[in-house]
């Protein structure tokens, strides 16, 4: 597709669950971006690919989360053992090459509740 | 490691008022990026910055990239109902991640 897609657009979780949240960035972009975003507030970086480094997991609020990028394409964001703190949306973004001076393009997200 | 500080965090202004908003940072960027998120969606890309010093319009909106390179200021004339929103900077040194502005939420009074 043209942009970033993000599946599934929601999701509506009971806590305890594991759930995983798909992005497919925009083809041929090397670097993808997981943010989460609770309600009303800011961007928190979670995790960076790019290319075939090793990813910054920085972000990455707990052991609860992890993430893979498969091929170098899709990506998908894994949340076990689900807590009602982290219904939020998770937000996922793709560019080129960084060092080539390129912007990255966000997908529409996934609207996360844990019950 | 890099932070933004991004100002004000929010905004309240009568339709047709000029709006303006900045980010520093406590070191330099090579990219700077502007973005609009709407409510329920991603945010979308406004305007990107490539060199210190460069000023770049986009419709009402204009953006500068700082010559310090620490920092970036985004203007919008003539505000209009449509741009409500959050706005966030965020700013780029070669392949290091993306780093993120707490956004400015704007609210305009018709």
């Known amino acids: 597709g043209a942009g970033v897609s993000q599946s599934p657009s929601n999701k509506v979780t009971e806590k305890g669950k594991d759930v995983e949240l798909r992005c497919d960035p925009i083809?041929?972009?090397?670097?993808l971006y997981w943010y989460r975003q609770s309600l009303g507030q800011g961007l928190e970086f979670l995790i960076y690919?790019?290319?075939?480094?090793?990813?910054?997991k920085s972000g990455l609020p707990s052991d609860r989360f992890s993430a893979e990028r498969t091929g170098g394409s899709v990506s998908t964001l894994t949340i076990q053992r689900t807590q009602q703190e982290d219904s939020a949306v998770y937000l996922c973004?793709?560019?080129?090459?960084?060092?080539?001076?390129?912007?990255?393009?966000f997908g529409q997200g996934t609207r996360l509740t844990v019950v | 490691g890099q932070q933004l500080n991004q100002s004000p965090q929010s905004m309240f202004i009568q339709e047709g008022e000029d709006v303006s908003m900045n980010c520093t940072s406590s070191?330099?960027?090579?990219?700077w990026l502007w973005y609009k998120q709407d409510p329920g969606e991603g945010p979308v890309l406004l305007i990107a910055?490539?060199?210190?010093?460069e000023l770049t319009s986009n419709g009402r909106l204009t953006a500068q990239f700082g010559i310090t390179r620490k920092d970036s200021f985004l203007n919008i004339s003539a505000s209009i109902p449509s741009d409500v929103g959050i706005y966030f900077c965020?700013?780029?040194?070669?392949?290091?991640?993306?780093?993120f502005g707490q956004g400015t939420r704007l609210t305009i009074n018709p």
């Open positions: 070191s330099i960027f090579n990219t």
């Open positions: 083809s041929g972009h090397t670097a």
């Open positions: 973004a793709s560019s080129l090459a960084p060092a080539m001076n390129t912007e990255a393009f």
């Open positions: 690919f790019q290319g075939n480094s090793a990813p910054d």
């Open positions: 910055l490539y060199k210190a010093g």
């Open positions: 965020a700013g780029q040194l070669g392949a290091q991640k993306l780093v």
